[in-house]
Each structure stands twice: as structure tokens, then as C-alpha cells.
């Protein structure tokens, strides 16, 4: 939905028929602490993970029109994990007994981004202590919690094996391993991390739910990411978010961060000799996220990527509205329509998912309801059943899968 076809936002022209998305965020998406005693942190934190293992937007793709390239494979292949090009394939790897390379520091870490550059001569990140197989590895200390969580699996599993096997090379222990982390991580995305986030009535409509008994790789299928997953529906874990990370150790509370001075800062992982990944891992599992509704903390939406020197950083859900714009997105009552719903062009008939609170708001801003951007319009729909997102973006999400 570009306005010449192939070039140009969408309300781009003068002048613009949509409102600045900074104003957006601002009035539709203030912050307000709401936990949902459903779920806990590390269903945001695994959704994050999760999406990196699918879409990495290349910058500057020169293709001709405005389209943006996907750097990752679009399949659940673990390549947050294992990497998506043969350099960074062969800088993770110790090609010793099936291992990924380790911290020389702490064998319960991966290596660092300078080991690597001394190793090999380059510098694989410009951002960033730690080196995995995805670039973000180290944008908030979840993440990297998560990218540490599957580092140490695939490292147990290979000693376990070369343990029994020890006459097996390398490279057959390895792919061992990977065939088996590989395993573990879709049977967790697929037998519990969707069930939870679609609600079991949406898994079994559409044919979501886990078969024991087939393993087959079909050619045929399009395993391709589109935008309005990748740019919208798949950043709802921005409403689950809490701005401040409770640590626990064990099931004791020993502290908290905040979101907005941890941005590309591991302190909060490695301290106490790296028994900060326990207490991050253990305040995953323990404290609950808030509930799916239009607010967000304000550690997204004022404070990302904030320098210690700055009272304020940037705005994570005007960037969402603005990617959104960029890549082309048609706006939300369209995907409403694709996806079954009801949709209008009149402020006088509001959808039903819809509370009359941020109709109102809606109106205050967009001329028309056909104008509202896909992500502010996915996050408003209150959700249904037992599923925790709104029906555009479970749909969306659905598609996907």
C-alpha cells in the first residue's frame, strides 16, 4: 500500500491525511500497570527470541521499489541460535567434540565479540559484549538470557553424546545435537508457547495442534514472513512488557532493573560471577506481564536506547508505526476485512473487540477508521476466549504459522 505503487509512505502527501506517530503513541498507548495473573515475563521474553529466529530486516536493499529483504530463514530453524551465515556459523562453532565455542572466562557463556575478533580477525557485531547466532543477542538482558538458555542445552546434549559416542567426529555430534536442540525448541513454540498465546480453540480450528506421529519436511510450503506479521501482529509483546524486571534467587525477591538503563548492558547477567542469568531466568518464570491492552510501559515508548547522560531515549511504538508506514502496510480495517471481521468506514460503528474508550481516541486523531495503522488497531482489540491477543492479530499470527 504504497501511494505510487512501489514508492512513498502511506500518508506521505501534503498535505498528510495521518497523524505524526509520536502523537499516536503518546495518546493511545500511555503507560498503566496492569499485571495478568495468567503469564509471567517469559512469554514476552520468549516471543522476542522467537522472532529472531524469523525476520531480520537487511538495511539498505537496493531491489528497485520499496521492499524490504529478510536476512533470517522464516523457519523455526534455531538460526538465533546457530547463525544464518557460514561466518557466523564457523565464529560460534569450537568444532571440538560437537560444542559451540565458550566464554574463556566462563564456560556457561558464549564467547565475546572481541575472543572472535582476535581469533579471527574481525569484529562480527558493532554493538554489544556477547556473540551469538543473531546480531540482537545483546540488545536487553532477557534476550540474552534466552540466547545463553539454548547455548548451554546444545552444549549439554554434546557432551552427552560424545560421552556415549566418543568415536563420532565432531561434525557428526554437532548435527546430532542441533537435529535434537532443533527439536526441543519447536516442540516448545508449537506445544506450548502458541497453545498459550492463541488459546486451544484457535490451534485446533486451524490445525495447529502437534501431531506425535508426523515428521516431514514439505517443499511446497512457504515458510515466507510478511510484513504484516513481521511489522505489526508479532510486536504485541511490547504491551506485555514491564518496565521493571524483578530478580529472584530461587523464590526469593533480591532486586530489580529497569528496562531503559539495560539496553546493550550485560552487568545485569554476569554479576555475582554469572549467577545474574539465574536470577534474570528465575524473575522470567516468576513475576507476572502486564495484560494485553493498549498500554505500554513507558520504558518503551520514552527511554529506549537512552544514554545515561539523557533524561529521555526514543519511542519503540512510533517506530512501530512508522516501520509500519515505511514497509507499506495497509492500514487495520483492511486486515480486518481479509481476516473475516467486521469492518466500517464510519466512526458511528464501532467493532466489537473494541472499547468505546479507545474508539474515542481513535477518532480524535485519524479522519477515518480505514486509516488507523495496523499495530494501534491489533493492540486495541480486546482478545477472545482463551486466546491473549485481539482476533486481527491472531489471525495475522495464525497465517503465519
Not at 501482529?233 to 530478580?247: E, M, P
Request: some cysteine.
Amino acid at each position: 500500500m504504497l501511494q505510487s505503487g512501489y514508492n512513498g509512505q502511506r500518508g506521505v502527501k501534503v498535505p498528510t491525511t495521518l497523524p505524526n506517530a509520536r502523537l499516536v503513541s503518546a495518546t493511545i498507548h500511555p503507560d498503566l500497570i496492569k499485571p495478568d495473573a495468567r503469564i509471567t515475563n517469559m512469554l514476552p521474553q520468549f516471543g522476542q527470541f522467537l522472532d529472531h529466529d524469523l525476520s531480520l530486516v537487511a538495511e539498505g536493499a537496493e531491489t528497485g521499489i520499496r521492499e524490504q529483504v529478510n536476512m533470517l530463514t522464516s523457519f523455526v530453524d534455531g538460526s538465533n541460535i546457530y547463525g544464518s551465515e557460514d561466518e557466523r556459523h564457523a565464529f560460534i562453532r569450537s568444532f571440538e567434540k560437537g560444542k559451540l565455542r565458550v566464554n574463556s572466562a566462563n564456560s556457561k557463556f558464549p564467547p565475546t565479540n572481541a575472543e572472535i575478533e582476535a581469533v579471527f580477525g574481525t569484529k562480527p557485531m558493532v554493538l554489544g559484549t556477547f556473540l551469538a547466532g543473531d546480531d540482537r543477542v545483546n540488545e536487553m538482558p532477557g534476550l540474552l538470557v534466552m540466547h545463553t538458555l539454548w547455548f548451554r542445552e546444545h552444549n549439554r546434549i554434546a557432551e552427552g553424546i560424545y560421552n556415549l559416542m566418543p568415536f563420532w567426529d565432531d561434525e557428526f555430534i554437532f548435527q546430532e545435537t542441533r537435529r535434537l536442540v532443533l527439536a526441543e525448541w519447536q516442540n516448545v513454540v508449537y506445544g506450548e508457547y502458541l497453545p498459550t498465546l492463541l488459546g486451544m480453540d484457535t490451534m485446533n480450528k486451524y490445525g495447529l495442534t502437534l501431531r506425535d506421529w508426523w515428521s516431514n519436511y514439505d517443499p511446497n510450503v512457504d515458510a515466507t514472513v510478511f510484513h504484516a506479521f513481521a511489522d505489526a501482529a508479532y510486536r504485541f509483546g511490547h504491551t506485555f512488557s514491564n518496565g521493571i524486571i524483578q530478580l529472584y534467587r530461587g523464590l526469593e525477591n533480591i532486586g530489580s532493573y529497569r528496562i531503559r538503563h539495560n539496553f546493550f548492558v550485560d552487568t545485569q547477567v554476569v554479576q555475582d560471577g554469572g549467577k545474574g542469568y539465574d536470577y534474570i531466568l528465575n524473575g522470567l518464570l516468576i513475576q507476572n506481564a502486564q495484560t494485553y491492552d493498549p498500554f505500554v510501559t513507558e520504558d518503551l515508548t520514552n527511554h529506549v536506547l537512552q544514554l545515561p547522560t539523557d533524561d529521555f531515549g526514543s519511542d519503540l511504538i512510533a517506530r512501530n508505526f512508522q516501520r509500519g508506514r515505511d514497509h507499506g502496510l495497509p492500514a487495520w480495517m483492511e486486515f480486518r476485512r481479509l481476516c473475516g471481521l467486521e469492518t466500517t468506514t464510519s466512526w458511528l460503528n464501532k467493532p466489537v473487540e473494541v472499547v468505546s474508550d479507545s474508539w474515542l481516541k481513535l477518532q480524535g486523531l485519524f479522519q477515518n477508521p480505514n486509516e488507523v495503522d495496523l499495530f494501534t488497531g491489533g493492540i486495541i482489540e480486546v482478545p477472545m476466549g482463551e486466546a491473549l491477543t485481539g482476533p486481527t492479530f491472531n489471525c495475522l499470527k495464525v497465517s503465519w504459522e
